[in-house]
Every structure is written in structure tokens, then in C-alpha cells.
């Protein structure tokens, strides 16, 4: 009896450390995951993606089920235009925290890209059902580009203004405001929106070829002019340029 003691006692002692060699072992996989995925991003924010790749797959190599490692990898492949890749790492770490509304946000944006509208508003909307996401601005913007994309520029207006409603200097909303109002033929709203939108970002080339049309609209053509001679100096190999061009012409433009 006494040496079946001293065994139960033995077997205790070993199955105690091998728990406590697994914890030690969790921690640090976690951890290598941890700092791998932080590098990751770092190197994706730099526009370093096959660096980027490289410390992600590390992360979860380490941890399989570390969410944030899939939802940047997802963002990278998305930027590498690897969209099979890109997509099964948007689900997967969808699947590992459902209460991230930024991976439901992003997914939404990858969905419009690829022209799945429909699933992207889905996605938008469910970002947005998600308990204190902290930048439900972001998700309404997003939905309303997507939607002047269908187009339905009766709902895209509606998340637009939701959009702005929480932060009026968002300048992917204003813009596609902008557009909105030209196609309802609402051009001084068109103006105020473009005006908005140059205060918070640089013109564009949209942005640019809008104005001319908008002022043309509006019967000011020196305000046309200043859009014009923005859109020959800045971006003199755009489309929009091209179509300036052709409109001073009398051809077919958009």
C-alpha cells in the first residue's frame, strides 16, 4: 500500500507539471502569436505585404485560432487582389469572434468590390448590430456607397446621412452625397457637398470632373473653369481629364 501511495503521489507530481509545462506552452504561443500579428500589421500599414504574409501565417502557425491574425490577413490578401484567399480568412475570423464589427464592416467592403452587393449590405448591417462597435459611421458610409452602386440612391441618402449625422467630415459620404444630389438634379446640394468634401480631403479626379458639371449646371462657368483647370494641372492623364476634353469637343461623355 504504501508504494501505491508513493506512485499516486509520483503520477500527481508529473501531471501537475505537464499541466502546468502546457499552460507555460499556451502562454507563449499565444504570445509569439500576439507579437507576429502585431508586425504583421505594422508591415501591412507600410504597404509591405509579403512581409506582412510572411509574420501572419507565423501568428497562426502558433495560435490556429487567433482572430485578429485572420482578419489582417484577410486585409492583405484583399490588397493583393487574392480574393479566394482573402475571403476564407474574412469568414474564419468571423467564426472565431462574431462580436468584432469590423471584421463584418471590412468583409461588406470586400463584398461590394467583388460585386456582391446584396451579401455586402447584409454584412454592413450586421457590423452595426453589434454591441458598442465604436465606429458605426464607418459601416453606414460604406453601406451607402455600396448602395449608389446598385443603385438605389434612396437607401444610399439614408446611410449617408446616417453617416454623417455622427461625423459630418467624412469624406468617402460627402462625395458620394455629391453624386447623389447631381443625379436628383439637386445641383446647389451638390455644390455644398463638394465644398465639404474639399475641406477634409484632397480633390479628386470624380471629384474634380463633378464640380465642372455641377457649376456648368448652375450657369457658373468660371467656377467651372477653376474645376477644370485643377482637373488638366493635377491629373492630366485621367479618364475625367479625357472626358473634359471631349465635352469641350460636343462628343459623348458620361
Not at 87 to 112: M, Q, R
Given at each position: 500500500m504504501r508504494y501505491l501511495s508513493v506512485f499516486a503521489s509520483l503520477l500527481m507530481v508529473f501531471l501537475l507539471s505537464a499541466c502546468g509545462t502546457a499552460m507555460i506552452n499556451e502562454e507563449q504561443d499565444q504570445k509569439v502569436a500576439e507579437v507576429n500579428a502585431r508586425l504583421g500589421m505594422g508591415y501591412f500599414q507600410q504597404g509591405r505585404l509579403d512581409d506582412a504574409v510572411v509574420k501572419l501565417k507565423k501568428a497562426i502557425e502558433a495560435e490556429p485560432n487567433f482572430a485578429p491574425a485572420h482578419s489582417t490577413l484577410a486585409l492583405?490578401?484583399?490588397?493583393?487582389?487574392?480574393?479566394?484567399?482573402?475571403?476564407?480568412?474574412?469568414?474564419?475570423?468571423?467564426?472565431?469572434?462574431?462580436?468584432?464589427?469590423?471584421?463584418?464592416?471590412?468583409?461588406?467592403?470586400?463584398?461590394?468590390?467583388?460585386?456582391?452587393?446584396?451579401?455586402?449590405?447584409?454584412?454592413?448591417?450586421?457590423?452595426?448590430?453589434?454591441?458598442r462597435y465604436p465606429t458605426p459611421e464607418r459601416a453606414y458610409e460604406n453601406a451607402?456607397?455600396?448602395?449608389?452602386?446598385?443603385?438605389?440612391?434612396?437607401?444610399?441618402?439614408?446611410?449617408?446621412?446616417?453617416?454623417?449625422?455622427?461625423?459630418?467630415?467624412?469624406?468617402?459620404?460627402?462625395?458620394n452625397m455629391a453624386e447623389i444630389t447631381f443625379a436628383q438634379q439637386r445641383y446647389m446640394s451638390t455644390r455644398a457637398y463638394l465644398e465639404r468634401f474639399e475641406e477634409v480631403s484632397k480633390p479628386t479626379p470624380q471629384s474634380l470632373w463633378l464640380g465642372v458639371r455641377a457649376e456648368r449646371k448652375l450657369g457658373n462657368e468660371q467656377a467651372a473653369q477653376r474645376y477644370a483647370k485643377l482637373l488638366q494641372t493635377e491629373y492630366p492623364d485621367s479618364i475625367q481629364f479625357k472626358w473634359l476634353l471631349d465635352a469641350s469637343q460636343g462628343d459623348h461623355k458620361p
Open positions: 492583405v490578401y484583399d490588397r493583393m487582389g487574392l480574393a479566394d484567399k482573402a475571403e476564407k480568412h474574412y469568414l474564419k475570423a468571423i467564426d472565431l469572434n462574431p462580436k468584432d464589427g469590423s471584421v463584418y464592416n471590412n468583409y461588406g467592403v470586400f463584398l461590394c468590390r467583388v460585386d456582391r452587393l446584396k451579401e455586402a449590405d447584409e454584412y454592413f448591417m450586421k457590423a452595426l448590430k453589434v454591441p451607402g456607397a455600396c448602395a449608389r452602386r446598385i443603385p438605389d440612391l434612396d437607401k444610399a441618402e439614408n446611410y449617408l446621412r446616417q453617416a454623417l449625422s455622427r461625423n459630418s467630415k467624412l469624406p468617402v459620404a460627402l462625395y
